[in-house]
């Protein structure tokens, strides 16, 4: 099978705009949540600053700005006949529901052409899995063989639809986010957006990596990032709530893991929304899988819930995390609150292995792993 | 409150989309939730707690108060008989 | 491969008393997953060990309009009472969800938006689905809903073999 490596990244989130910013504003335990109040009800978030911003879209605005920084970092022309795009967004441009064309559709056609891509764009809207399956269906748009290089693109933006949407369900907490905390209650929304550019190769015509953090000689051609393996699983239970039995959750990990060992693990950065239910289910899932000693982090905690953009956010910190040798804490935990329990912490913790899985769960009973292997490790 | 009861039922019966039912076929005492009774789920009884609000003018907070309140119509009926604000 | 289509604007009671009714749920759901859900049943009916879980067929939808028409809906109830009932419905995706519920499909369910029915863009994408080595199947649909009363919305079964 074909390996797939990611060769750059890009971020824009409320604690900074590159991998290597956000990376140390997370481990110095930093947020962007606060509590506003410009709906009837008010609401906890980590939102984006508009300042300055008056284009027609905000969601594309940033969308592009991540899909740049990953471009420039992997040295790729987009405009190539074998590089695709795919984006991840759930709600796309809905603020402007009734004023707008917001197809999701029109968005990445929108984006294709800004970037410069030539080859027609697929946008992936499977809820708050989306990042993740799109990383998916990009590593199976270069394993068959019609690609060399695919950029995809996570975006999610906050809006008095999504967010009167989630109050209706009562799954928003007032209070910043605790995953798998004894007195959590729900979940903070967010806004972010990531790209990473997947590649048959793996490196990259720019030097991947190349900082100040991560000085050069760590980052050699065998040393790349792939993402070895990922599936997607419904659990055929309910439209908006998870399996009690983490059935698609447990079905999508043992898929990863086929042929992998849990020791191999530096960790699994889980979905940890902090609804009384995911958390509980995630639990359930991972303990059926045999993770139940591999260390567990969530990082819903700093960001809050970034939709489309998760899947793809929070797999970027884990790599840079992992190469920074260390598993980054989970804040708002403090207190085990499921059973069986996970090995979590709100405490940075070391580690030298060089694997992890990316979990992740959404409405409609979708549930998405993905394993990340540092190229050369085995 | 007979009037009352058939009210609840047909304003139940359009909120929940509870095709082909009548009134007449719903029992005032059956349970709403569960196997035996309507069937009905979790977003179901969010739903309801809107329906209180929007004709009742009354405010659940939560979803477990929410299955306290909707154990059948007639104990519905009660509550809202007791809490209306509208 | 099997193919079926629902013509613009039939009705969808009507369909469902002819190839479901016994399943009330139908009537909750906007019209992209009762789109949908006729079009899996119009594919599966009669098959044998029909209702058995299982994980080898995927649910692959695509679209252009996604579930627009009932997000004008939900933004409508977003006035006064913003109803959850219409919310959880505000997802591309949640039409595969319901196929998955009904028929115990535990295998992969996924929606992708596109410009357009683009032939060759779902037929490479259905093909690499089939990279997972477990689905051996796949409910293949093409449902493009800009309202409620008029749609493109045509389906395939498909096999492994039929895309070697």
């Known amino acids: 099978m074909t390996k797939v490596y990611c060769i750059g990244c890009g971020v824009v989130t409320p604690v900074g705009n590159s991998p290597e910013t956000v ?23 980590s939102l984006l600053s508009r300042e300055g911003f008056s284009g027609p879209s905000f969601l594309e605005h940033i969308a592009r700005q991540a899909a740049w920084s990953a471009i420039v970092a992997a040295g790729i022309d987009p405009a190539g006949p074998r590089v695709g795009l795919v984006l991840s967004t759930i709600k796309g441009n809905v603020e402007q529901i009734g004023q707008a064309d ?23 809207s499977n809820a708050c899995i989306s990042g993740l399956a799109a990383l998916l269906q990009g590593m199976r748009m270069i394993r068959s063989g019609d690609y060399d290089h695919v950029i995809v693109i996570g975006a999610e933006v906050q809006s008095r639809f999504i967010v009167t949407g989630f109050q209706s369900l009562k799954a928003l907490s007032l209070e910043p986010c605790k995953p798998f905390d004894a007195a959590r209650d729900g979940l903070n929304l967010g806004e972010a957006a990531a790209a990473m550019v997947l590649s048959a190769t793996p490196h990259s015509a720019a030097e991947i990596y190349c900082s100040d953090s991560f000085p050069k000689n760590q980052f050699s051609a065998t040393n790349a990032w792939e993402l070895v393996s990922g599936a997607v699983r419904n659990d055929a239970n309910h439209i908006s709530g998870p399996s009690r039995t983490g059935e698609g959750s447990y079905n999508a990990l043992r898929c990863v893991l086929k042929g992998v060992d849990p020791e191999e693990l530096a960790f699994v950065n889980v979905h940890g929304t902090a609804t009384r239910y995911n958390d509980q289910m995630e639990a359930i899932a991972l303990n059926r899988a045999g993770l139940q000693n591999v260390p567990v982090n969530a990082l819903k905690g700093v960001f809050g819930h970034t939709m489309g953009a998760a899947g793809i956010l929070e ?8 190469d920074a040798g260390i598993i980054l804490p989970t804040q708002g935990f403090s207190q085990m609150g499921v059973d069986p329990a996970v090995n979590v912490s709100e405490q940075e913790r070391k580690t030298d292995k060089m694997a992890f899985v990316k979990l992740l769960s959404g409405f409609g009973g979708v549930n998405g792993a993905l394993l990340f292997r540092k190229g050369g490790a085995q | 409150m007979d009037q009352l009861i058939t009210e609840l039922k047909l304003k139940v019966i359009d909120a929940l989309n509870l095709e082909g039912m009548t009134p007449e076929d719903m029992d005032d005492n059956a349970p709403l ?36 309140v909707f154990k059948s119509i007639a104990v519905m009926a009660d509550y809202v008989a007791a809490n209306r604000t509208k | 491969m099997k193919h079926v289509t629902i013509p613009s604007g039939a009705s969808l009671p009507e369909l469902y008393r002819q190839w479901a009714g016994d399943y009330p749920k139908f009537f909750k759901m906007d019209t992209l997953s009762k789109l949908g859900f006729l079009l899996t049943e119009m594919l599966v009916a009669g098959e044998e060990g029909r209702f058995t879980p299982r994980e080898d067929r995927a649910v692959l939808v695509f679209s252009r309009e996604g579930c627009l028409a009932n997000d004008r809906h939900y933004a409508a109830s977003m006035a006064d009472f913003p109803s959850p009932a219409l919310f959880v419905y505000t997802l591309p995706n949640i039409v ?36 997972d080595p477990v689905t051996q199947s796949a409910i293949v649909a093409w449902i493009n809903c800009p309202s409620d ?12 073999n039929d895309l070697m």
């Open chain 1, 23 to 45: 990376l140390a504003a997370v481990r110095e335990g930093r947020t962007a949540l606060r509590l506003y109040q410009d709906t009837p009800e008010p609401y906890m978030a």
């Open chain 1, 102 to 124: 917001v197809s999701l559709a029109a968005s990445a056609n929108r984006l294709a052409q800004a970037l410069g891509v030539k080859t027609a764009p697929l946008v992936v």
């Open chain 1, 315 to 322: 797999s970027i910190l884990s790599m840079y995390a992992c």
């Open chain 2, 33 to 68: 939730f569960g196997d035996e009774g309507l069937g009905l789920d979790s977003i179901d009884v969010l739903e309801l707690i809107v329906l209180l609000e929007k004709n009742y003018g009354i405010r659940l907070k939560t979803p477990a108060e929410g299955k306290e």
């Open chain 3, 96 to 131: 595969t969800g319901e196929i998955a519920i009904r028929n115990k499909y535990a295998g992969e369910t996924s929606a992708f938006l596109m410009d357009g029915l683009n032939q060759s863009l779902l037929w490479d994408t259905v093909r690499q689905s089939f990279q």
């Open chain 3, 149 to 160: 009363t008029e749609w493109e919305a045509q389906a395939w079964l498909i096999e492994r």
